[in-house]
């Protein structure tokens, strides 16, 4: 499965009511191909806090906050995971597409296969943290993750090749976060 295809498939999973916050870079231009929506916030320039941005939406809302990151992205920012892990909003759900490389910033390999991610999310205090390797039954992962009490991780295999990029979302910054906080002023 493609990252892509993995994000396509998360967002047609969500309500529209559900806030995302979808990871700087490839992760971010694909949700904008796949589903634009309002409450979908778009980082940019934020590598390894998707975390810490969905815990702090999920602390202030009542609203399920859905977290798309990459493996490179959580290990960048391992903090919030111990964050979001200690704190326990049972609203927050953050999906790793794990492709074990720094995609967006040129292929480095990532040390998402020697660190067990959902064993350091459970070590961390999520109730529910699981690993899907390829070929795994993706769909049921995700219906068990989003099914599940939150804080929830399920750390996704998606393939490191990128056959057809996503392109740039065509807004700045500040228009991305101005949709986002009238959407949620909404509500």
Wanted: charged fraction near 20%.
């Amino acid at each position: 499965m493609t990252r892509a295809e993995a994000v396509a498939m998360a967002l047609a999973l969500l309500s529209d009511n559900d806030i995302v916050v979808a990871a700087d870079g490839a992760i971010a231009r694909e949700a904008y191909r796949a589903r634009d929506r309002a409450r979908t916030f778009y980082m940019l320039g934020s590598m390894g806090q998707v975390a810490s941005i969905a815990l702090g939406l999920a602390m202030t809302r009542m609203e399920r906050v859905v977290a798309l990151d990459g493996d490179g992205n959580l290990l960048m920012g391992f903090g919030g995971l111990a964050l979001v892990g200690g704190l326990k909003p049972p609203n927050l759900y953050h999906l790793v597409l794990d492709n074990g490389c720094y995609a967006t910033t040129g292929g480095q390999p990532a040390l998402s296969q020697q660190v067990d991610l959902a064993a350091a999310a459970a070590g961390s205090g999520y109730p529910w943290a699981r690993r899907c390797f390829a070929g795994d039954h993706e769909r049921e992962a995700m219906d068990a993750w989003l099914a599940a009490s939150g804080p929830a991780l399920l750390d996704l295999a998606v393939e490191a090749a990128d056959p057809d990029p996503a392109p740039r979302i065509p807004m700045t910054p500040v228009q991305m976060a101005d949709r986002v906080r009238v959407a949620l002023a909404r509500s």
